[in-house]
């Protein structure tokens, strides 16, 4: 229940700068998600939240209360690490009570909440095991309830899931969200994974190279990325960003894709913005989501070169060269390897970004 | 393919065999020997057993000077005081190395920066001892420490201190800081968490360092030859002295004296053994 607020945050090792000048508002009770690939310098932003880590430059403030200096233990934050860092020397309730004991709770008290929260996690029965030989998934739910029996202000999450099974990994989502909503903790998640972020997060920030790149609603950052990293890295596959260049033609603006041929006319608006735009060459996007086979034969002629078929899902790469497209159907289509299919893509969901700059183009 | 697997099964508990041959029987010939009377190890016996034809504990009261066996030497001392020095220095000299080297081995691999002190002090192992323990004799002169258990128990500290250190060390750095930090993110202090937690599930690695320094203390030879003369001379030293004019070595006092000396590091062993075998399990990790 506190918010948090990253002003002008630099972190440099060495001569290696791990965080560029990050600016971040976290609200109260925001499920805040940092999603980025590896070394993008998420996990040095929540180390420096939790006080591992101080700050080279700038700052960050806990409801407005500067936190430089502030030692880690007295910030009331929780944390869940990534290898979970149990204690294997204590059985799993001397784990859960830690936090309480540390604080000095009379132990009738410490007693009511790890039986409280060893019920809410189901860690009842393994209550008086030792926890060196807990399975993974386990493991993985003490750690979350050795932090969250103290009931932290803020809650810091460092790729939890990222070592359990998918299935449990399912379960554990949900089980997130409902402790969060439960406790209204604010919750900064870390994570590489984009349906953890996308499935829990109130809002995402997704980071590459130390660089904040965009900061939204997991639809905002879906439907309306800011720029080609963030285009190709939110969804799954991510955008098909083909290279083309802006022309006229006498339905309107399109873009000449060179061997693919030209687009369909871009929305009107769209089009506006993009003879606004400095630069001739662009890059076009569309979700994969968002492509259909024309029976008409009305459309873009492409080449097959596969077909995925993974059930409730078909996945058809086409193009040639470097300009590759994928599709995603939600039934089998009719599209066999090395024919020729007609693409048509949904104009509103077409996306154009600078070609020089990769920053997303859009309606003023 | 099968025939070949057989062969090298066969080459394979050959060669295994052969080397217990070589460790076991000289271990098991002693053993045999401080049950043995005179007549049965010494040359003039002339017939060598396997197993002594008539045993006896006379070598174990000779060491202990209840009995002259029939041996026509008396000893002018008795086993007793070796052993409590070999175990006071040993044990004195363990706990100096493992509390100095676990402290500077915490601080140089969570705080430390560089590779210079690490180094240093394992470079102090290439010095040749003998070119040492001259000095060494001249400073415990000075300080009053010679024939002393704890003049000993402070020097097999200080020559045994660089691997208790680089033991500990590396143990120290294989152990995630994730889990300290868990426990400071909760208000822990330091000083609490490295008592804790870190020494906690340290034990095992204390356990297994602590034996491996108490051994390299326990069959010190030279440093005890030349800081002690009478009162507290150790095991090693008290054993070479057993011998006479008369019937030169005295093996089968010897071989009692061995035998004894050989129990603290088999018992210590055997109490440790759940931790070597159980290995380091930090925080259960992935990794």
Known sequence: ????????????????TALKTMDLEIRDGEFMALLGPSGCGKSTTMNMIAGMESPSKGRILFDGRDMNGVAMGRRGVGFVFQNYAIFTHMNVYDNLAYGLRVRGLPEREVDGRVRKIADFLQLTPLLKQPSAKLSVNILQRLAIGRSAIVEPAIFLLDE?????????????????KHLQRQFRQTMVYVTHDQLEAMTMADRIAVMDHGVLQQVGTPLEVYNDPVNLFVAGFIGSPGMNLLKGSLADSDRGLVVDLGELGRTAPLPPQLAAAARSNAGRDVVYGFRPERVSLSETGEGMPMPVTFIERIGARTIAHLGTGEQRVKAVFDNDVAAESASTVAVAIEPASVRLFDAATGVAIREA | M???????EIFRYAAILLALAITLVPTLWMASMAFKPIAEWSAAGADLTWWPKNPTLDNFRFIFGTSTSDLIVALD????????????????????????????????????????????????????PMAVMIPVMIMWAFLGLVDSWWGLALIYGIVTLPFAFWLMKTFFDDMPREIEDAALVEGCSR????????????????????LFVFILNWSDYLIALLLTTREWVTIPVYMASLSSSMTGQLYGAKAALGLIAAVPP????IAIQRHLVRGLTFGALKQ
Do not use: W
């Open chain 1, 1 to 16: 229940m506190t918010a948090i607020h990253l002003e002008n945050l630099v972190k440099r090792f060495g001569a290696f």
């Open chain 1, 160 to 176: 939890p899931l990222s070592n359990v099974d998918a299935a449990f990994r399912a379960v554990m989502r949900t089980e997130l």
């Open chain 2, 2 to 8: 099968m025939n070949r697997s057989v062969s090298f």
């Open chain 2, 77 to 128: 001392r008795t086993a007793g005081k070796p052993i409590l020095s070999s175990l006071l220095s040993a044990v004195f000299g363990t706990l100096v190395a493992m509390s100095c080297g676990t402290a500077a081995a915490y601080g140089l691999s969570r705080f430390g920066s560089g590779q210079n002190l690490p180094l240093a002090l394992i470079q102090l192992r290439l010095f040749p």
């Open chain 2, 191 to 210: 000083t609490r968490v490295f008592m804790k937690i870190t020494l906690p599930m340290m034990r095992p690695a204390l356990a297994s360092s602590a």
């Open chain 2, 266 to 269: 088999v018992v210590m062993g």
